[in-house]
Structure formats: C-alpha cells, structure tokens
C-alpha cells in the first residue's frame, strides 16, 4: 500500500496535547511507546484539573527519557490551560475522568438500593447514563479548544462513556478529526487466537494476527467473521461451543477469590446460542446491554456467568489508578522497565503522518459502515488508518432483533447527546427510563433519576435542573439537604 | 366529497363470507345492523370449524330477519367448507379464535410460574406470541383460498393478534384488500369527548365526532393531535391530568369486586406523564408493551394501576363467549331488540361500494402513513374509505424513546410472520426472547419457550419441531408425556 | 364523518388577507364565492404592491356585495401594509406575480435565443428557474409576516412556481399552516369523465365525481388510479388511448389559429404509451419536464404535439390578466352574473373550519404522502380537509424511471430554496444546469444563466450577485449596460 | 497490518480458470505478471468460445514460461467447455466481447443516424444500453457455473458493461466473491502524480502512491479526496485549473491527426468548474454520462474538448486487439520481454491469499460505501483487500445535483439487470428512453431502440422479442429481412 516516502531518516516533529494528563497508568504506557520510537519526536504537553499530577508525570517522562533505551527524543511539559496544552498541537489525547468518590460511588450505589446492579457502570444502565450527562458539557469544552488552538490536530479519546464523548466532540465541532480508541475488541482477538492454536495446531498466534469483522457500538461489539491470514477461523466457534459446558457453569460465591474483572465467556457464550453471532467486548460490559443477566436479587449472584461486579468502594480506593506504581518508580532505585505494550496510539500516530497503514477497529461516526445504524452516530466498526485519515470499513448489518437492541442503545446515547447540548433533563431521563437496566416501575425509575441528578448536580454544568422531572416528594427531600 | 350515484333505490347486492361464523356476540351485531340497512342486501354465508355454531347463528340470522324492524333484505347460510363461503364473495369478514383450554391457559398460565404475568396475552408476550405463531399458517390459509375464491373482494379482520393476522394475509397474498379493524382506539375518542363536555361545557358529545391523530400498532396506538370540530381538545390533556390525583392511586385488592376489564386510565396518564404523548389504547393493553408495569410478584398487584389481570379461568369458562344470551334469544319469547350498534362493518362496506366517505382508524399495510416504521409493516392509523378503497392518512412521526419500543414491537411481528413461513422456531424464539415482558434470563426464556411449543404443538402446523431450539432436559421430558 | 355542531345559523366571522390582492380575475371569482356563502362572513383585507388596484378590487367587491343574490356578509378593505393585511387573519390568500415585461419576457426570449423554447416557463426549465430565485425572497417576507401577524392562519398560496413558493413558506416558518392549490389536475378528472360518459354510457358525469390517485409533483402530477364512485375507470385509459389515432397527429402551423392553451392531450397519451402511468398536468406543462417534446427548432414545431407556445408579447400584453373585464363590470350598467365558478377557496375554508370535510388534491410538504420522494420536499397528492387541518394522504410510490425524472425535479428545487436561502448563485446555477430542458453546452448554460441573472438583478433581493458563476465576458458586458 | 504467515519458502498453488481466454493484449500482461511471480504458481485454464485463440493464448503461456526470467511455475491449459475451466478453480477472470462487427457496429452506426454520437458506446447510451442487454444472459450463466464449480472462487472481471455485468453475477448466485476491475481511476491518479511533481516539487512521483478518495459507477467516478502521504494534495486541483486555459481549448479538426484515445482534460476540468468536484474518469468516457458535450451535428465536433470519437471501423478492425502482437511474438525470433505491468491481478490474488493487503478501487455490491446510493447496486470505491477478502471503504455523499446524475444511470443500470432477468424489452426500454444521450423524440427513440433490437437479436438469449415496444413500421420492416 502506498506509504510515505521519507527521504532521510530524520524523525518527524509532533507535538502531542494530553487532555486528563495527569492520569497514571496510562500515561506511563504512553511514555514507554514514544520512547521506543523513532519516527517521531517532538513535545508531549499534559493538562489536567490535577495540576500536581500532571507535574509528577512530566518528571516521569523526563525520568523515561533518561534512559539508554529511550531512542525517541521527547520533551513532557505542563500546560496551565487547556488552550495551552491544545495550541498548534498534531495530537490530542483525551483520558479524564471524574473523581469517583462523588460520582461514581453514587452511580453504583444508588440503583443498588432499587435492585439495579451494574458490573461496570460507564457505558450504559444508570452508571452510564449520569456519565454521559456528566461528559457532554466537558467534551463540548474540549471540542471548541481544539477548533480554536488546532482544528486539523487528530484528536484520539481513550475515556468513557466512549461512545458520548466521541459524538459530543463531533456535534460541538463537525469538522474535528477525534477518535475512539478501546482494548474491548482485543479479547475477541484473543480467543480466535487461541482457537487458532486450539484447532488448527498452530504456535503463538498473536492477536494482532486476527482479523475480525467488528460492528455495533462500544462495549457492545459483534463479530461476524474472523480470518488468520486467510484463513476462515470464525467456523471455530461453533466447534468451541460444543466443546464447553453448557453455561451458566457457576454458583453465586465461586467467583469470590477471582479477580474483580475474571472473565470466563460465559455471557459470550450464552448470547451465542441465542443470536448466532460472536459478541466482541468482555462479558462484565455485554450484560449492561441487555436484561437477562443482571436481575439478581444481589450482586454476588452476577457470579453465575463467570463474572464478578466491581463493588464500589474498589472505584474509590482504586482512584486515581496507578498512583502507587508511579510512585514506586519514581522513588525506587530500579531504571524503568520498556515493555511491548501492545497499545495502538503510536501507532495511530505513525499511519496518521502517512508511515504505515493500520488496519484496526475504531470508534467512529457513521458514514455508512453500520448501513442499518443512524447516519452520524459514532459506532465501532474497523477502519483503515493511513496518510487519508481515518477511513471505516463497512461492516455490513446485525441480524433483527439483536439490531434492536443496539439501535434502543444508539437512540439513547444520541439522545443524551442532544438533551445535553439543550441542557433538557427531561429528554434525558427518557433515554435513563428505556435503558434495559432500569428495569423498575416508573415512579422508582423517577425517583431514582432524581436521586442521582441530586448527588451530582455540582458535575451537570448547563443542565437546566429546575426540570418538573425532579420534582417529586423524595427529589424535594434531597435538594433541602 | 364525491359519492356514488344512485339512480334508483334499490340495494347494493352483496354476499359476505364470514370466516368464524359461529362467533356468538359479535355475529349478533352485525346481523342487528345488517337488518337496519336499506342500502346492502344479500346473502351471509357463516363458515366455522364448530359447524354447529354456524347453523345456530343462521337460525338466529333468520329470526331477526322475521322481525319488522328488519327492512334490510338477508339471508343466512352455512357454508360447509371455506371456499363454499368464499366463493366469489364481496365482502369477508375474519373472526376466529382457537380453543382457550387448549391454548390461552397454556399462555397465561405456563409464563406465570416464571413470573411473567399477562393482562391480556393475545398481542405480544409470551401468550401474544404463541397466538401469533398459531395464526401464521391458519391465516397463510384464508389468504389463499380468497386468492383463489374472490380475489377482489375486501377481508375485515376482526381477530388477534390483529397486526399478526392482517400482516400474514397481505405476505401470502400481496394484492389482498384487507384490513383489521379494532374498537381499542374508540376508548380515547371516548376520553376526548368526556374532556370536552368538561371543560368546554359541551353537551352529549358522540366519540364518533372526536376526531384524533391515531398512530402505532394496534394496542399499542398513540395520539398526538384530537379536534372536535375545528376546536384543538388535545391540550385539555394537560388539564385533565392536573385535575387528577397522582398516580399509581390503588392498592392490590382494591379492585377485586371490579370487572376484570376495568379502566381507571391510571396507566394512560402515567405513561402521558413519561413521554408526553397520550397512549390510545386501553391500560390492560398497555401494560403488556412495556417493561414497568407487570414486572409484579403476584397477579393481584396489578390493580395498583387501576387494572385487573383476566385469569385464564375467565378466559375459558366464557368461551365460547355470549352462547348463553345467544340460547336466550333464539329460545326465548322476547321479540329481538335492535340496537344501534357502534360498530363499524356496515359503515365501512357502505363506504368501500362508494356510498359515503368514512373517515376511522384501521391496521394497514404501511405505506408511508408511519414515515418512521417499516414499509410494509401493518400499523394502526386513520385512513379515508371510500369507493376507491382504503387510503392511509398520514401520521407523522413517534417521539424518539417511544418510537423505539414501538420498532421493537414491529420488528418481533415481522420476525414471527417471517418465521412462520419458513416454519422457523429459532427465529420466532428470537422475538420471544427481546418481547419486554420475557424479562427472565436466557435459560428460562428458553425453557419456558419449548413448554409453550410443546403444549400447543397440535396448533402449530407448518412449524420445525424438531429445531433444536426445543433441545434441553425440560423439553424432553414433555415430550415424553 | 364528523363535522362541526352549530347550534345556530350565525356564520362564522373570518378575515382573510389576500396578498396579490389586486389580482383581476381571481379576486373577482373568490368574491362571486363568497358572496354565495352563508357559512361564513367578515372582512377580505387586500394587499397589493399596485395599491390602486387593490383599491378597484375593493370596489368591485362591495359592488358585488350590493346584490341580492350576495347572500353573505362581507367587507373589502385595503391594505396599506402587507402587516395589516394579515394582522389577526384566519386565512390568507397568496396570489403574487412580478411585472412579466420585466421578468418573464426575459425569462422566455433569452433561452429561445439558444434553442431552448418553453411552452409555459413558469415551473422548471430557464424561466422556472428564474421565475423561483425572485420568489424565494419575496415568499420568506410573506412566512416572516403571517409568523408576527397571525401564526395560526391557514395559509393558501396560488402563485407559481407553486412548490417553490410553498416551500420557502415552511423553510422559513415551519409552523405554518400553509397550502399550494392548483387547478391542473382538474384536467385529469375532466378526462376520465369524459371516458366514464363515453364508455360506461354515463350522463353528466362532473369532474368532481371522479376520485384519482395524484402523486408527484405541482405542474408533472401522475395518476394510476380513479374511480367514480367504486367503479375502477382507471382501466377505460387503455381503451381510450386504443381508439385515438397514434401520436404525434399535427403538423407545425396546424394550430396557427387555435387558443394558445389548447390541449389535444397527445403528450398526456405518449406519455402514457412510455410509461404506462397516467399524466394529471396539462400537455404545455408536462413538456417541460422532459426532454423529448421541446427539443425543436422553432416555437412552431411544438404544434406537432398538439399544444402551442405561449410568445412572450401575449404575456406582457395580457397583464394584468383581467384588467379588462373588470373595467367593464365596474363600469357598465350590467348586474354582476354571479356563477358556480369550481374554485374550491371556500369550500377549503369551510372544511377548515370543521363544516364539511373535503378530499381533494393539495401541494404539501411530504410527510409520507409519497415515500419515494425526500420528506419535507412540497408535493402533490390527495389531502383530507377538515377541521383537523390538511392530512395527506399516502399515494404510494412511482414507476423506477419516472420516479427518477421527478426525483431529479424536486432536487432541483430543494436546490434552488436552500440557494436562496443562502444567496448561493452557484447552487442556483447548478440547478439551472441540470433541468432537462438546458440542453446546451456548459459554456452556454453558464452564459445564459448570467444573461439571465443580469437582466433580472434588480428582482433578485439577498442573492450574492458578484458570484464567480457570471463572470465571463458577455456578463461583465452585460453588467455595463 | 496482519498478514499470511508463511513458514517456508513454497509457492502456494492456484487454479485460475480464465473465460474469455483467447483475449489478445489483455492475457500477455497477465502471463508477464505471473511468470514473475514466486508467491503463486499452478495451471491457467483457459476458455473462449473462439477455441483456436484460446489454443494460440496456451502456447504463448507455454512459450513464456520457457525463458529464463519466468521464475513462477506456471503451465497453461485449453479448457474444453466454461465448466472445465472453472472447475475448482481459485480465481476466474473474465473478459469478453461479443464480435464487434454484429454488435458494436450497430451500437455506434445506428445511432448516428439519429444525430446520436458515442465517443466509446460500451457503458451508457444506446450503446452500453445495447451492450448491457447483450450481457445479462451471458454472464447470469457464468455465475451459474460458478456456483456449480467453483462456489469460493474469488471472480475478477474486466469486461464492460461493467457494472452491469458484475451485477448480474450477483443477482444470479447472492454469495459469489466478484469484483469487478477498471483502469480508468488510474488517470487521475496519474493527474495529482503531475500535480505533485509539478507543484510540490517532487520527483517521479508514481500513480501508485498517491491515494484518492474514489466514489460513483464505472466510468463515471469521482474523486473529492486526494493524498500523496499524509499530504493533500486536492487543494492542487484549483491551482491546476487557474494556470490552464478556458476550456473549450480546440476546435472540431484540431485532433485529427492525435490518436482516438486522446485526453487533454478539458471535460475533467470543464466538470470540475461546473460542478466543485473532480471527475476520475477519462473524458472520453465521461462525456457519456451527461447531456453536455455530446449534443452535437457531427463526429468531429467532439474534438473541441480536447478527444476525439472512436469509429465504428476502428472496432471492428481492430478486433480482435493484439492479434497482431501475439502473432509477432510467437512466429518472431525475439524472446519476451518481461515488463512491470502495472496491473493489479496478480497483486489482488496475492492480497486475497493474505500475503500483503492492498488498498486499491474496485466495483462492489454497494453495502455502505456510498450511502446515497441504492444498496447492492454496482458501484465503484476504494477496497481493502486482505485475507477476509474484499471490504469495501466509506466513500461518503455525492455534491446533490451530481448525486441526482449517478441515480440516474444506477436506476437504469438496475432496470437493465431487472429487466434482463425477466427478458422484459419494455423495461429495457424505458432505461433507454431516460438515457441522457438520447437525447430524441419519444418516437425516434423507440424506433432506434427497435431497430439495435432487430439488429442485434442474436446476441439477446432470452429477452421477450415479441414486445410491443417493437411494434411499430420500421421493426416490421427490419423483421421481414
């Protein structure tokens, strides 16, 4: 495929603004990835509402940058503003989020006490609902300094709501060039993978390896074909299939000493043999998308399909993620450990300055890869990536009444896009009542909105909360204290 | 408006073909206003599987013919088999239903030991979808034989499922001219006209002058506009809702000496209160499209929506029903007491031979008249009738949450019509599994499923028993039996 | 159907504003209407940039009033402002045309100079085209006024280009309750009376009997149905067209001394021959929309099809229409001769009013009327009227390649709206450039159009005239001038 | 980008069954490429229904594989019957053509007896209109031998009509792997290769590298898009076009002497200022399309855009093409002189293998790639191939009244194949009338339709001769010859 002709092999000068800049964990992978690059060079500049974060990373890169194997030159500088981080940038990275002991804590919580239990919480059910209320006026802001301080900059988004966050940067700014970016899809990779190996007698076949047909919407994925070269490997499944046990394949309390985000297939499995067709994210996200699973009388229960919920407090203590790993390296005597972190955004970086094609999946407004889906609406289908931009594949349709499903969920997010930018709580809450998880009677489903508006309303800038929505005997209780 | 010329006044001769025609209480009425029209004489021929009944509803045809007040020119036959009543026919009326000990208890009784409790169980649900999938090769059926018999004749449907039936006449034979008429939309024309005398201090308003903006599908139709006259009544809505208490207002048990059809359109303002939209249909209806209200533990708990739910008792201890009043008539001493009716069939034949123009709502083929629903789809909208036959009115659009459940409902029929001619159980279980109601996990789902199948196996002609759909311990055991 | 309940015999108070209310023939014939009327009453404001005319409107009316047979009550009034015309109207009439020697002579002498010969010019082809870019700013003033002035009115527009005119109304106020009536379909209705009386041995059949399936768009309406009363007399066009000799039966020069509107419906029949539809529109019409009848060396060569072209001379000398009968009645000594004039105003009133209701044919925006053309685009198609509003109804969809004709005509016109709008020259001339009719070289076309615009700049209000599209040499000479 | 993992240095074995396989110039360059080719080795059946040449073709394939440089492994077979050749093969290629003399002859002649002139007459006009209807019995048996033989075959056509044939194979067996293969996107490619060489100061800047974004029919593409690298190089167009001259730059004559394949660009160019988006297609294929450039008195005029037409006696002597060629090569003394084709057939197969993705334009059933474009029609974009085959890339909309002229020839293009299906010569001929070349009277054009009928019915297996659309004198009189 045609590539860009450098004459000399001198690297190509970037600069990178990061949005939510102070985040841990990935932040570091990042600075791994540049570092082992030499193609590009040039400035990160990283922003964040926590400025000291922000600070810690910088000296972090700069530690990274000290290294022997640090062949990339970068600098990591720490923008007061978000202008500053964004101006004249070729790159923007987005990875925010609110702290979670004011938001998220009550997200859980809250629909726990109406019988709602969520395993995840930031896409859809009522978790991802007052996520996306939260995101629209954030995302809106972030969109109008990218069209003020570099409109042409790629701007890659790694937060969730993905789906929200994405569209809210096109409806603010039509003409941006933003990206969805999600691991979700890696793990049907995965499997074909070992199935490969499993069936075909194959040795280490990389995920990377895999091509897969990816449709739907974010967290929410389907994959109806899967080749290894070219090699039709999605037959596989059905020989998977009959080889496992029938699911579901555990009791309530089994699960207790796995990790909070084991996975065993289970929900894939099962959604299987219902539809027909391969879904592509992890089970603890594929159960918030439809309402067979999660009407348990208590979160343990969710354990029967190899799950487990991520209890609350874990998104408290666990915030921000990664600050004990920094620290150690920062102040441990060990030089940096560079790893192959199978991430993707430097290579995004190197296929977008028109080096080498990338053929991926991508969240990404509908310009017809999803023909049965809305017209702009961002689904997660593949792309290619190359000196063009980023160009969808087409992806083809969903069979009927899983399409259902996915346009119930895609109406709802462009809907909470829209109420957002209207700041219209009432329109909102349709999307919250006709979430599948919100399965209680409308007065609870009311009151419950209410409830979460109440203790988050310091996170709904622009959202016209004097709203008859609220108004109800508990909302008023609420807004007295 | 253009109407028929008449130079003389003799009657328009007609035969009608009555499929069900053993039908006790609604055979009465149509005889009552059949002998009330000067316009239309001719012959009825009754066809019915209960041969008998037929013959009793001929005697009883003929009886009130003998009366004075008959001045319309009848005669009543017993057709011995479906073409004989079809043969060139001018008008054919549907109305069937199969035995409800050896179907309908199975529909409402089976989805309640999962807890899955039904209203009504003839339109979706579990008990709407087995109906359904007993109706496609009965209606494939009718279709055929009035293609061959009396291609150009109009088919009134009368049956449930309504949308499901109409659908399958027109996939079987597409130049059908056929259509389904149901009283449903009557009760909200009947809301208007009590609004009216209320706060418009008007007196003895008819419903026949409300005039609304009827869309959806059948049971589940929405307005979004009502006139009386050229005067806007919609907006006294908003009024009416004001004026009332909040709802839920009952407590289980409250409407144990209640009929089993009570209507305190609890649900038709709540559901108004959520979206903005009033629903048409009744509130026992309703209740079945959505996932908030019958999501209950017992079938008592309903009445907190001003509603009570029909046991399957009911439902065949009064079948067939209005036999008794039927025995009274023809065995009694009273002379017939004719009535003017309210129904419709006499109008719409009137109006089809170019008599008088009659604007109503009917189930259609959807031809543009829902702009946002499938083409092709049977949907629930006003239409003009006249000599050139049954046109759609336009409707307009759903609001978008709505819409959404709406499309779900639409596509499940579609799916169950599409099933149905290949004999496809898996695809049928596929709109079982996605009906609102169905809201256990996908193990139950498809146990509770085969149990339907296997208990009704002897009306599902046409149908792959032997799918594997069908294929797990539950199952197997009853076939056993 | 229902109608409106008058408990007394009083009429119903209304003003109307009527814009163009200088108009000579039509005023004269509304103000016949009206006075005939018992139902309604009031005042008929009227408006006209030629005020004096207006004046001698009013007079002529309150003359009129002034006779016995005036059973109804009303007042004429001029206008001094088009704000007071519509201040507080429950109706509004549009009836507008600019001075055709400044306008129009252009719009047909200039094309003819490059081959290009129309027969009516006031819908698409050259003169349409123009005709439409001076209405879209004149037609947003009106929608601005009747949205300040009286937003509730219903609209009635009679001025062509008819689906431009109606268009801007809504794209500017899109509440509007607004309406285009055209007598061309009339024409079709006359036909099939004519074949009902021919063939089915009828006696006076009215045109008004005749109920036909309209779909497409003002000017190029198609009918594949009609019926007088149930009986199908669509079929009676194979027969008709059987008995006719084949087409085209004339020689140029042949209609030298017939009227410049006679229609010998030999388009309407090789059309029908083609196509295997039915036209609605009248032969000088419908040959602007195609390629094939235009495409002559000389006026005269249009005479072949049995139709002749307009000249120019006959448009400027006939303006105002009317002038001169309406001299004579004012001031003659003969009583004004009141007749049954077929307009359909008032009866469109009076259903609007709720009185009695009314099917018949109606530019409207689409809303599924007909689903193979762009929603919201205007078209024209069967309308229910009553005191719900204007309901469409669905007319299905098109043959393929006729579809595409009338497709590529509503492009063209949404086009020129949305240019409008913009004062975008270049889209306009995009427009221009693809009318079947512009059967010149791009060079041409482009020279042509600038002709055009030059000519006719000082009607264009709020287009952007120093668009690149004119500039070539004959424009910039041109712009000397 | 994933690709074949490969663990030794083997050639992987095909068969490529080759109809059309006595073609002259066209199967040199492939035995050239695959000769050179190590990847890929096996037998090359060819079929033609001129078995001689085919015979003569299988020598020359023997011939080159005997010089040193033919380093693939390659041997060259007669196949006896279509199924032979296709006989489990891996790839098909086709490429054929009716006798120019009994066909294009025709195509071309007689319709310039109409004032009718093709610059090439192998796509749209009467002459692609002709050549279509010739193609669709033919190529609905390739595909149904296909099915039989060779179910997974990938299928690779280059014969014109192009669309339509490639459709027809997939309205004749849904599942087959076809694509369909054109140079003509090439020459603009080669045009911004110019462009960046010229103002970007780049050298030997290759067609290969540079990426556009290609969208539209065969023939008649569209490019909105273009990058050499990540660097735009579409904005060059307007620098392009301000150092050019006006067109028309020549005046009929001026090319008489230049060869009939000549392209100056004027109508690219010409196209580009009417319309703001460059034209992919040569111009002696666009000219085609739109009613603009070939409306003219004589053959000759056509030169004043800068091509030139290609007579009729041109075809038929210069058929077959590269008799000449292939005769030299084999009864000279010189060996073959192997070259860099630049043709893409082999580097297709190798991508379909999965050995190395290629982004390339091809002709694809439309399921999202053009979105304003009737789904499953033919059209032409970018494509990934690759191991899971061929994925076509979003292409985005079409500028509105350019849109309206692509539908225009999609629908007939679609009616053609419809029609061919169904032998339906009224169908057919209502796609002709509407063809923007035929630009004539209703009435010369159904006799020129009925005399290309007459004159060619060898070639038209299966279509209704009978039709009345021929019913006419001068059919008559062509029938009785």
Redesign the interface.
Known sequence: ?????RDDQSSVQVKIGYVGGGSRSWATTLMNDLAQTTDLAGEVALYDVDRESARTNAELGEWIQRHDEAVGDWKYTVAETLSDALADADFVILSTQDPPGETMVNDLELPAEYGIYQTVGDTVGPGGTLRAMRSVPQYREIAAAVREQCPDAWVINYTNPMTVCTRTLYEEYPDINAVGLCHEVFKVQELFADLAEEYLDADDVAR????V?VKGINHFTWVD?A?????NVYDLVDRWVADRESV?RFDPGDLDDESYFVNHRDVTQ?LYE???ILPAAGDRHLVEFV???L?VESGEEVQQWGIRQTPSEYRVDHWPEGEDERRELLEGDEPFEFTESGEEAVDWMRA???ME???THANYPN?????DLP?GAVVET?V?V???GV??????EL???L???V??HV??Q??LVAAGFDGDL?RAY??F??DPLV?????E?RELFSRLVDAERDYLDGWDLSSSVLDHEESAIAADD
């Not at 399965?439 to 007065?443: C, I, L, S």
Request: with cysteine; glycine share 10%.
């Open positions: 495929m045609h590539q860009l002709r990377e390896e895999i091509s047909n074909d080749h290894w070269g070219d090699r579901p099962d219902q539809f027909g309402p067979w699973y009407d977008l300055l028109g094609p990338l053929k310009r017809g890869q999803c023909p017209d593949n290619l190359d000196g063009d160009t969808p594949l087409t992806a083809g069979p009927d009444q399409h259902d499903i346009l119930t109406k709802n462009e809907t009432d349709r999307a009542l006709t399965d209680v009677g409308t007065e489903a």
